[in-house]
Nanobody, 122 residues
């Protein structure tokens, strides 16, 4: 069992940056693929980024504006988002799974955080 706790959401203005963090409660964190997804009201959950080992993978639509990184010593994965837009408004979820490569497939993630709200005002 892995518990994931996100932090760092809130209200920002368009053009601002925001950093989200997720801490996992598992000693073998290093071997987990960690991902970030988001879900806006009335929409399906959408892949944002993932990292497996030191290898990141980004949604094409967000490439260049987001950066995912991990600190295995702290069991933490971070999502840095820049040049935020109102359409980035969503609940952002951290996820963990056993895949050996970063993946955008929701079904490949076994554990999910409770989500953190990100609201970008215009």
């Amino acid at each position: 069992q892995v518990q994931l706790v996100e932090s760092g959401g809130g209200l920002v203005q368009a053009g601002d940056s925001m950093r989200l963090s997720c801490t996992a409660s598992r000693r073998s964190f290093t071997y987990l693929t960690m991902g970030w997804f988001r879900q806006a009201p009335g929409k399906e959950r959408e892949f944002v980024a993932a990292i497996s080992g030191g290898y990141p993978y980004y949604a094409d639509s967000l490439k260049g504006r987001v950066t995912i990184s991990r600190d295995n010593a702290k069991n933490t994965v971070t999502l840095q988002m820049n040049s935020l837009k109102p359409e980035d408004t969503a609940v952002y979820y951290c996820a963990a799974g056993p895949s050996t490569t970063p993946t955008m497939a929701v079904k490949m993630y076994d554990y999910w955080g409770q989500g953190t709200q990100v609201t970008v005002s215009s």
